[in-house]
């Protein structure tokens, strides 16, 4: 009577690691196709930087050129327009990069996870860019627009403690093969 009930249980344990298996391979699956979906969002948005960049830049760099007409407040925002873009480019590109390795499935590898950093750290530089540029503006030279920076700190300090998350569980696990 015991070897039955035993091998029961064993039949059990095997089938439910067996489910577990299939439904991580299904979890793994969403997640693929969801990242495909991002990537190519983002995709999009490197193109639109990587156009709109010269597009700002162009006009200002004719306007230095002419060397008329242009007030100190025109030539500030002409030229620091562009350097906040490029950071907007990095920001897109590194969660391009993120979104490209989940996409190739790969999870929770130390790429992805740095990737997912950078984005973090790059978008608290352009928290910290916008802040410093407009605050200058607005006292230097009279801008009238506001502008709400708490958002891209917030922002950028999520995704940090997001990849920190995601690298302490990298540990844990490496420590868990170790053990087992």
């Not at 969801?34 to 995709?43: A, D, G, M, Q, T």
């Not at 004719?62 to 025109?74: I, K, M, N, V, Y």
């Not at 350097?83 to 989940?102: E, G, P, S, V, W």
């Not at 130390?110 to 910290?128: Q, Y």
Request: aromatic share 16%; glycine share 8%; net charge positive.
């Amino acid at each position: 009577m015991c070897c039955p009930i035993l091998r029961y249980e064993r039949r059990k344990q095997e089938l439910a690691g067996l489910f577990n298996l299939m439904k991580n391979f299904q979890n793994k699956a969403n997640i693929v196709r969801v990242s495909k979906i991002i990537r190519n969002i983002l995709f999009v948005g490197l193109v639109v930087w990587i156009i709109g960049i010269p597009v700002v830049l162009i006009p200002a760099i004719a306007s230095l050129w002419r060397g008329f007409g242009a007030t100190p407040a025109s030539r500030y925002l002409e030229f620091g327009t562009p350097l906040a873009l490029t950071l907007c480019l990095m920001i897109n590109l590194k969660l391009f990069r993120f979104f490209d390795q989940l996409k190739n499935g790969h999870l929770f590898d130390v790429s992805t996870v740095r990737n997912l950093d950078k984005a973090g750290r790059w978008w608290v530089a352009l928290w910290f860019f916008e802040s410093v540029f407009y605050g200058i503006g607005h006292e230097f030279f009279q801008f009238t627009n506001s502008w709400d920076f708490s958002g891209g700190l917030f922002t950028g300090l999520t995704l940090i403690f997001v990849a920190w998350l995601l690298k302490e569980a990298q540990e844990l696990q490496s420590e868990q093969d170790l053990t087992v």
